[in-house]
């Protein structure tokens, strides 16, 4: 079993950054891809940035690319997002996941068994 805890949410203006930080405990290792949800209100829960253990393969969609950035540190068990020029269209509630199954990142959510509890993301224009 695994534990994640995510901080580093919070209230920034559009144009402005964000780096979210998720934090994995237990005895079930090591995991395999770690990924960041977000979902929206009246919208489905979204990858919006997954990554393999070794840091090898990354996916994203078109809406992120090129502002967020994933990273992993395996000797701590972390998994970071540095969300960059940020627009009011990113407000959420972003959701570490992780996997012990599969050693490369999925777009679907049904591949993450564990998951964190959520921290909220609000940009202002």
């Known amino acids: 079993q695994v534990q994640l805890v995510e901080s580093g949410g919070g209230l920034v203006q559009a144009g402005g950054s964000l780096k979210l930080s998720c934090a994995a405990a237990g005895h079930t290792l090591p995991i395999g891809a770690m990924g960041w949800f977000r979902q929206a209100p009246g919208k489905e829960r979204e990858l919006v940035a997954g990554i393999s253990r070794s840091g090898s393969s990354l996916v994203s969609p078109d809406s992120v690319r090129g502002r967020f950035t994933i990273s992993r540190d395996n000797a701590k068990n972390t998994v970071d997002l540095q969300m960059n020029s940020l627009k009011p269209e990113d407000t959420a509630v972003y959701y570490c996941?992780?996997?012990?199954?599969?050693?490369?990142?999925?777009?679907?959510?049904?591949?993450?068994?564990?998951w964190g509890q959520g921290t909220q993301v609000t940009v202002f224009s």
């Open positions: 996941a992780a996997t012990a199954t599969y050693y490369n990142p999925s777009y679907s959510a049904k591949t993450y068994e564990y």
